[in-house]
């Protein structure tokens, strides 16, 4: 299997800035896309932003031009920079790894907070 960990939620005011990070664990050979998907209480889970590895990149409509996302396929990481964050992106983030193939799984973290005041 495969175990995520995320890191560096926090408390920040609108305007500023976060940086997540994910390592990833476990059979890290068998991932094929990784990112990060957040959550709302009372609401669904939504895709943030996703990257092969390969690197190709699929944004969020909320996402872009605001959020990068970036991989390092050695270290089994995946990191989301977060800029000019807004009280609309308070949520929990979740990082997120997908095996493909017949033996397709998906692997999910335990989230980190990311709380925006105004």
């Known amino acids: 299997q495969v175990q995520l960990v995320e890191s560096g939620g926090g408390l920040v005011q609108a305007g500023g800035s976060l940086r997540l990070s994910c390592v990833a664990s476990g059979l890290t050979w068998s991932i094929g896309v990784m990112g990060w998907y957040r959550q709302v209480p009372g609401q669904r889970r939504e895709l943030v932003a996703t990257i092969t590895r390969e690197g190709i990149i699929e944004l969020s409509h909320s996402a872009k031009g605001r959020f990068t996302i970036s991989r390092d396929n050695a270290k089994n990481t995946v990191t989301l920079q977060m800029n000019n964050l807004t009280v609309e992106d308070t949520a929990r983030y979740y990082c997120?790894?997908?095996?493909?193939?017949?033996?397709?799984?998906?692997?999910w973290g335990q989230g980190t907070e990311v709380t925006v005041s105004s």
């Open positions: 997120h790894a997908g095996r493909p193939g017949p033996l397709s799984a998906d692997f």
